[in-house]
């Protein structure tokens, strides 16, 4: 089992920029492959970006691609979000979330349930 505790959220304005970080505690980290989400309010949680075990893949929602970029530390045990040139659209709740399913297709990775670690949430408020 593993532990997960984002940082890094906050109100910025239309066009900053804000870097989530992820810590993760209990297993081997690199077991794990690591994934961003985030839930506006009255919307569905839908996926941001993830990362393989060695961040040698990436991918991203459209609406993020080319202003976000995730990446990994699995010796630091971090996995982070760099979010650029943020819209009042970015406005919700982040998470960062672990799993250990090895699907057969890769987009696999974009849906929730693949996940079965989760953290708590942190807010990110892009005010426009």
């Known amino acids: 089992q593993v532990q997960l505790g984002e940082s890094g959220g906050g109100l910025v304005q239309a066009g900053g920029s804000l870097r989530l970080s992820c810590v993760a505690s209990?297993?081997?980290?690199?077991?794990?492959?690591m994934g961003w989400f985030r839930q506006a309010p009255g919307k569905e949680r839908e996926f941001v970006a993830s990362?393989?075990?060695?961040?040698?893949?990436?991918y991203y929602a459209d609406s993020v691609k080319g202003r976000f970029t995730i990446s990994r530390d699995n010796a630091a045990e971090h996995v982070y979000l760099q979010m650029n040139s943020l819209k009042p659209e970015d406005t919700a709740v982040y998470y960062c979330?672990?799993?250990?399913?090895?699907?057969?297709?890769?987009?696999?990775?974009?849906?929730?349930?693949?996940?079965?670690?989760w953290g708590q949430g942190t807010q990110v408020t892009v005010s426009s």
């Open positions: 990362i393989s075990w060695t961040g040698g893949s990436t």
């Open positions: 979330a672990a799993s250990q399913q090895r699907p057969l297709d890769m987009r696999a990775y974009s849906l929730s349930y693949i996940y079965e670690y």
């Open positions: 209990g297993r081997t980290f690199s077991d794990y492959f």
